[in-house]
């Protein structure tokens, strides 16, 4: 027998090791899961950031080579404005021209133009190493082209034929002496390309990284439940080994024990006058160990049971002056109510649960219960002042056949537990902050008729 139940505690063992380490599980999922999603946004944002970037080196290049056209076609027209629309891309990318002398009054304009030049737009701007200005316009999906004329501006092209013959138009010789006087040139260009990307991805940050994050917790999701399903498998394959445990003790111990009874109350005639104390002792470990078969087959049996109405502070306190000698559940904490459950299973429950309670080293005086109602459930409280469980323990004390009693068999919690759960309930231990233990029973009212 002793190797059955070290068989039974060795595989019990490892679901326990499980459920000790699950809320590390979870925290480490949870860890790794924001860190997934952390590097998934890291590098959705470096693919958008060279996307930007990408389109930042075209729309810079877009500008060079506008203001490149906009001076070549400047050779057969006598002003700027008349190159700018006789050339189609040209007037369908630039709205506006200016040049600005060094009063900052505009000396030559086409298009939409500020008449003044506000310096103060440069001040938060950066210019590359040829005196480039690139301010961005977000309204008109479109950049204000500046260009420092004084320093970087070449002089203009002329038209061989003109040179050659040694006369400019008048209004070409205006514009050449605005265009070597001024101080800033003045281009606006739409850019609607450039300002495509940066809505785009504007747009498509924030909706990776929810996506991003959506999946790394369903996936998180998957690998939990998962996890949870292998331990149900763990547990179920401990069941099918506690069954073959139990058949086993069933037919080893059951027969023997039957007869050391006989043989029992044989001696006990024969010896009347001696041998009695001894007797007893004998008497004693054999229902000692016919309650620890009884146990394990009712844990093995089937949960439910044969469910029936039935009133639950009468059985509660039938119970507690069956086992505690009193009613330890006062008219101001009771609120009887209808639960739905097998007699046998209800009743192993409490007295589990009462039987914990007078072993916890307390004054048995001190077992107190209440029952109440709270949104439809009827919960059941039952304390003591004994020592209370180790912290470490309380995550464990539903676990088969552990217990730091030396002569408990630790599975009264685990049978409750199952019987609880069958009818959709739950229980709970924890330590009282004045000493001693609390178990909470929480069972589904039963609102139909009796019977």
């Known amino acids: ?29 949870g860890f790794a899961a924001v860190l997934c999603w952390l590097l998934c946004s890291a590098l959705t944002g470096f693919i958008i950031g060279s996307m930007r970037d990408r389109a930042r080196l075209i729309r810079d290049n877009d500008n060079e080579q506008i203001l490149s056209t906009l ?3 400047f050779r057969d027209y006598d002003d700027l404005g008349s190159a700018i629309e006789s050339n189609p891309v040209l007037k369908e990318r630039i709205s506006g021209f200016a040049l600005y002398g060094p009063d900052l009054t505009a000396a030559y304009q086409w298009g939409t133009v500020p008449s003044v030049f506000d310096e103060r737009m440069l001040d938060k701007q950066s210019k590359n190493r040829f005196g480039r ?8 999906h479109g950049v204000k082209f500046v260009l420092y004329a004084e320093r970087m501006l ?3 092209p002329r038209r061989d034929a003109e040179t050659r013959g040694g006369h400019r138009s008048m209004v070409q010789n205006f514009f050449l002496n605005a265009l070597q006087g001024s101080r800033y040139i003045y281009i606006d260009i739409s850019h609607p390309a450039y300002w495509r990307v940066q809505t785009f991805t504007t747009v498509l940050f924030p909706l990776c990284s929810l996506a991003f994050l959506g999946l790394v917790f369903y996936i998180r999701h998957l690998y939990r439940r998962n996890r949870e399903y292998r331990d149900r498998i763990e547990a179920q394959k401990n069941l099918v080994v ?4 139990a058949s086993t003790l069933a037919h ?12 029992t109350g044989i001696l006990r005639k024969l010896f009347q006058d001696t041998g009695q104390e001894e007797i007893a002792i004998i008497d004693e470990e054999v229902e000692r160990l016919s309650a620890l078969i009884y146990r394990v087959n009712d844990y093995l049996r089937e949960a439910a049971g044969q469910r029936t109405p039935l009133y639950c502070l009468g059985l509660l306190v039938e119970t507690s002056r069956r086992l505690c000698g009193r009613n330890i559940f006062s008219q101001e904490t009771a609120s009887d109510g209808l639960i739905l459950m097998d007699p046998h299973r209800a009743a192993s429950v409490f007295e589990n649960v009462l039987r914990n309670a007078l072993e916890s080293e307390g004054p ?7 029952l109440t109602r709270n949104n439809g459930d009827l ?4 304390w003591d002042q004994g020592k209370g469980i180790r912290e470490e323990d309380l995550k464990r004390v539903f676990d088969p056949f552990f217990t730091r009693k030396s002569t408990g068999t630790g599975i009264g919690l685990s049978i409750s537990k199952r019987f609880v759960e069958a009818v959709h309930g739950s229980i709970t231990v924890e330590n009282r902050e004045a000493g001693g233990t609390l178990v909470t029973i929480t069972l589904p009212e039963y609102t139909g008729s009796y019977g």
């Not at 027969?255 to 043989?263: A, D, F, K, V, Y």
């Open 252 to 263: 080893e111990i059951k027969n023997p024990l039957l007869s050391i009874r006989l043989q």
């Open 1 to 29: 027998m002793e190797r059955i139940l070290a068989g039974q505690k060795q595989v019990a063992r490892e679901p326990r090791l499980w459920r000790r380490l699950l809320p590390s599980r979870v925290a480490a999922s």
């Open 154 to 156: 070449p002089p203009p």
């Open 379 to 382: 919960v059941i409280r039952i």
């Open 133 to 140: 200005y690139t301010i961005l316009d977000k309204q008109r």
């Open 71 to 73: 001076f070549a076609s």
């Open 242 to 245: 506690l069954g073959t445990a």
């Open 364 to 370: 048995p005086e001190a077992v107190a219960g209440s």
